[in-house]
């Protein structure tokens, strides 16, 4: 599949971003600040650990030769930081080859400008060129989104780490203490936060799109720091009590599921982005008291149930990008505009940690059962391509590879089938891209250097 995917990309549209797989020709898009080759930077690492030799040099000359970082257009922050700077730390930390890590800082020096703010909270969009920064047109009144601002923290301290230059750890170190200064209603985290005010600027909440990876963020942060972050620990203790408190629901049918918080209104929907939670509630449920550690893994189960639920009720095996529970429906999309799925792995990241960490079988099954819905379905004469309604099986095609689904859905499903020292998660932290970059061992190895 990955071998597909990336064939038919290099074919049509190779250093365009994203392959549209219909009309067999490339699409950039206006996420990247004219930025190229997205797809070429979300896949490498997959293509290096599934050992596509050929596939991995021709990316990699590709980024020697024909990567241009002096781009003027307007860049989403979170976007490149994900997807670039992650891509092109984990391919320096696998290879050593100089060139990703001079990519990486080059970069991430373009994205500093962004942290200009009263508060030091970045805004969402900036200029590749002229540094200039400004908040999405649609977040409510020039907020920046707790998912970017809080998506930043992983990458920022490797490109410390690499350049010696502590400006970047510097600024996400200050985003943790303006959210840690400020009052959080019930204990939750709203998505949307002036980055004038440093105040929230509305109470909406949730563990889906616009805040779902500034949790993850957390939990990462004190694994990668070899566990030493205890700040980013009991940040995520604290805020996965609360969204237990408030937002967590059984169904009638018996099925768990997280809510969305809409100034204390509850909306009983789950988003697709939402079901990367099993996986991470169960990597959080380690460093849980002795009591708590079970009843997290249990937790975690029953929301990755509910997300495979998603999915077997649908016709072609694939969850919709939103599903409800609410007037008799459960798990299940009732809008049309929330039936399309667009080649998301939040679903099959989690099957994979839950493998790791439990070693059940049926997490392997489950995964099996989306790749085939993927071939079935997904799969077109030049690529993959995401489709408009998964209640369908003669469905609709969006004409678009995104780069995700080589970068984590092709790259989630084939750790789920690798045994557990291929990126162990002892050693490695995924980026919220599937980007893995290494936990923090310094002191083993200074150790080792000095024996």
């Known amino acids: 599949m990955m071998k597909f995917a990336w064939d038919n990309y290099r074919r049509y549209a190779f250093g365009k971003n994203e392959l549209r797989p ?3 020709n490339g699409h950039i898009g206006n996420m990247f600040g004219g930025l190229r ?3 070429i930077v979300d896949a490498l690492d997959t293509l290096y650990i599934m050992e596509l030799e050929e596939e991995f040099q021709e990316a990699k000359s590709w980024v020697e030769k024909s990567f241009d970082l002096n781009v003027n257009g307007e860049a989403s922050l979170f976007e490149v930081n994900i997807r670039y700077v992650g891509g092109l730390l984990t391919m320096y930390y ?3 080859e100089e060139v990703f890590k001079n990519k990486a800082l080059e970069l991430g020096e373009k994205l500093l400008p962004a942290f200009n703010t009263p508060t030091g909270i970045p805004r969402g969009v900036i200029s590749l060129g002229s540094g200039m920064s400004w908040s999405w047109g649609w977040a409510s009144a020039g907020s920046s989104i707790l998912a970017e601002f809080g998506t930043l923290h992983l990458e920022f301290l490797h490109l410390s780490e690499l350049s010696g230059n502590p400006v970047f750890a510097e600024k996400v170190m200050n985003i943790r203490k303006v959210l840690n200064r400020i009052e959080k209603p019930q204990g939750l985290y709203p998505n949307f936060l002036s980055p004038v005010t440093g105040n929230w600027v509305q109470h909406h909440v949730s563990v889906g799109g616009l805040g779902d990876s500034f949790y993850e963020y957390l939990i990462k942060s004190w694994l990668m720091s070899d566990k030493r972050d205890t700040e980013a620990k009991k940040m995520y203790n604290d805020a996965l009590e609360a969204i237990e408190k408030h937002l967590v629901k059984k169904s009638a049918g018996g099925l768990t599921y997280i809510a969305e918080w809409r100034g204390g209104v509850l909306d009983h929907k789950m988003g697709h982005l939402a079901c990367f939670s099993g996986g991470m509630i169960a990597l959080g449920a380690e ?12 937790l975690a189960a029953e929301i990755t149930h509910t997300c495979h639920e998603s999915y077997t009720r649908s016709d072609t095996k694939l969850g919709p990008e939103a599903f409800r529970f609410d007037s008799g429906t459960e798990a299940m999309a009732t809008r049309l505009s929330e039936r399309y799925y667009i080649l998301r792995p939040e679903v099959v990241e989690s099957y994979m940690y839950m493998w790791r960490l439990t070693h059940d079988p049926k997490y392997r099954q489950w995964g099996w059962e989306v790749v085939k819905a993927l071939e079935k379905y997904c799969r077109v004469e030049a690529g993959f391509s995401g489709i408009r309604d998964v209640y369908t099986t003669t469905p609709s095609h969006d ?14 499903l084939y750790l789920l089938f690798c045994d557990d020292d291929v990126l162990s998660l002892e050693d490695w932290v995924f980026n919220t891209e599937a980007h893995p970059l290494p936990v923090n061992h310094t002191n083993i190895k200074a150790k080792a250097s000095m024996q």
């Open 22 to 24: 219909l009309t067999k």
């Open 37 to 39: 080759g997205a797809t």
């Open 94 to 96: 696998l290879t050593g």
């Open 287 to 298: 460093q849980a008291a002795e009591e708590k550690k079970q009843h997290y893994m249990d």
């Open 399 to 412: 004409n678009m590879q995104q780069s995700f689904f080589l970068a984590e859905t092709l790259k989630y």
